[in-house]
């Protein structure tokens, strides 16, 4: 992995990075926002210690361990990436309230040209502030989004120790099982 010196890190602050998407895919799964490193590479969830890659293959999601460069090969497998909020920061505080919530108008206006069968946002704090839902929890939600459901899963952030990367891939699983269900 290409290491970044801090300031070419703090030059990536505010980048937007490609969404990874297409029409109709099973799962779409939605960040909070890139972080440096993402802006930095241009690959979604690339900071060392984010274990969403780990994740998506140990629930069976892809077939082999992909690496954040590899992001392009997802909608082979009917997934997409996309965020919250676009601009890239250090930290998800640094967003705020507003921005959360505009970020969830535009996700759901996105969601509704995109159809996917479901919509996965990774992070219960930032689903409950876009999304306005104070009361969710880890799981399949009530809302819909058009037709599409929607799922929140853990955070995979290393900073998220509540989840080992084990029992955040048992969610992930669910989640896989339910989107090959229809």
């Known amino acids: 992995m290409t290491r970044f010196t801090a300031e070419e890190l703090e030059a990536a602050r505010d980048r937007l990075v490609p969404d990874v998407v297409a029409d109709g895919l099973h799962v779409l799964f939605c960040g ?8 930095a590479t ?33 909608p082979s497998y009917g997934l997409g990436i996309t ?7 250090a930290r998800a ?12 108008r535009l996700l759901a206006t996105k969601v509704t040209r995109l159809r996917p069968r ?22 399949p939600q009530e809302r819909v989004i058009g037709d599409t459901r929607v799922w929140v899963l ?7 120790a509540h ?3 084990a029992t955040m891939a048992e969610e992930f699983e669910r989640l896989r099982v339910a989107a090959e269900e229809g």
């Open 42 to 74: 241009g690959h979604h969830f690339a900071r060392p210690g984010n274990r969403f890659w780990p994740v998506l293959h140990l629930s069976g999601f892809t077939p082999r361990l992909m690496k954040p460069s590899e992001q392009g090969e997802l």
């Open 32 to 39: 909070i926002n890139p972080g440096l490193m993402t802006a």
């Open 83 to 89: 965020n919250v909020v676009a601009r890239a920061t």
């Open 118 to 139: 479901w919509l996965a946002v990774v992070g219960v704090t930032a689903y409950r502030a876009a999304l306005d839902d104070r009361r969710a929890q880890v799981g």
């Open 154 to 160: 853990p955070n995979p952030s290393g900073l998220n």
């Open 93 to 104: 505080d640094e967003l705020s309230a507003e921005e959360y919530r505009e970020g969830g």
């Open 163 to 165: 989840w080992t990367a």
